[in-house]
C-alpha cells in the first residue's frame, strides 16, 4: 500500500489514493486541483523515502471537494470568586480535499480511478423538501374544564 505525509496549515497528515481530509480552509474554489508540495514521506509498496524535511520532486495532487465550516467548539472562561464569565464559540474554516494522485520524481506512485472522485454537484440549500402531511379531522375535539372551587359545596 503507497501512502504519503503531507504538511499543510501547519500540521501533517498521513494520505493515500482516494483518501478525503479536512484541511485548513485553502483559498480555492470548490472543483479545483490543489497541489501539496510539503511531502515529508513518501512509500511505494518496495521502498520508502524519508525527506530532509522535505522529498525531492515529490508532490500530492488532490481535489478539493468543498469549503466548509466544522462543528462549534463553546469556549468557556470562568474565574472563581470573581464573578467574572465569559463564553464564545468558534467554527473552523476547513476544505475537504480528496487525493487523487501521489508522485515522486515525474512518476506516478498511487492513482485513483476516475469513477471514484465523490465531488457533488448539488448545493446545500437543495435539499430534499418532505411534504408534511395534514390531518383533516372530522369532528373538533371538545375541551373539558374542571372548576376546583376552595371551600364547602
Known sequence: MSFAIIETGGKQYKVSA??????????I????????????????????????????????????????????IIVFKKRRRQNSRKRYGHRQLLSKVQIT?????????????????????????VKKSSAKKEKVLSKPVEKKTTVKTKGKK
Not at 18 to 27: A, C, F, G, H, Q
Open 101 to 125: 494522485k501521489i508522485l515522486k520524481g515525474g512518476k506516478i506512485v498511487s492513482e485513483i480511478k476516475k469513477d471514484k472522485i465523490k465531488l457533488s454537484n448539488e448545493s446545500k440549500s
Open 29 to 72: 474554489t470548490k472543483g479545483e486541483k490543489v497541489e501539496f508540495k510539503k511531502v515529508l514521506l513518501v512509500s511505494d509498496d518496495k521502498t520508502t523515502e524519508v525527506g530532509n524535511p522535505t522529498v525531492n520532486g515529490a508532490t500530492v495532487e488532490g481535489l478539493l471537494l468543498d469549503n466548509i465550516k466544522d462543528k462549534k
Open 18 to 27: 482516494s483518501n478525503i481530509l479536512k484541511v485548513e480552509r485553502l483559498n
